[in-house]
């Protein structure tokens, strides 16, 4: 069975930082591709950030510079340091794994940024 958890999220104020892991369980973590999508409140889902098998990461424009993406295959964990956080990166956020066509998918944690 393939499970996904996510933590680390919460409530922090605009400027602050938070950590996102995600440990991952009934896979072969190194082959998939890992990230972190996030859904606001009323928005579709959108894609944050991804870190491939090789460690090639990608990143929304709306992110750049403030977060990263990095794994540990070594503890099948993914982890997203977020830094500068403002209001509008407020959401639930996702954890993902992805390998051909298949995607598997946590069940997501709340980062709420506050003013």
């Known amino acids: 069975q393939v499970q996904l958890v996510e933590s680390g999220g919460g409530s922090v104020q605009a400027g602050g930082s938070l950590r996102l892991s995600c440990a991952a369980s009934?896979?072969?973590?190194?082959?998939?591709?890992m990230g972190w999508y996030r859904q606001a409140l009323g928005e579709p889902r959108e894609l944050v950030a991804t870190?491939?098998?090789?460690?090639?990461?990608d990143y929304a424009d709306s992110v750049k510079g403030r977060f990263t993406i990095s794994r540990d295959n070594a503890k099948n964990t993914v982890s997203l340091q977020m830094n500068s956080l403002k209001p509008e990166d407020t959401a639930v956020y996702y954890c993902?794994?992805?390998?051909?066509?298949?995607?598997?998918w946590g069940q997501g944690t709340q980062v709420t940024i506050s003013s």
């Open positions: 009934g896979i072969t973590f190194s082959g998939n591709t």
């Open positions: 870190i491939t098998s090789v460690g090639s990461t």
């Open positions: 993902y794994a992805k390998k051909m066509w298949r995607t598997y």
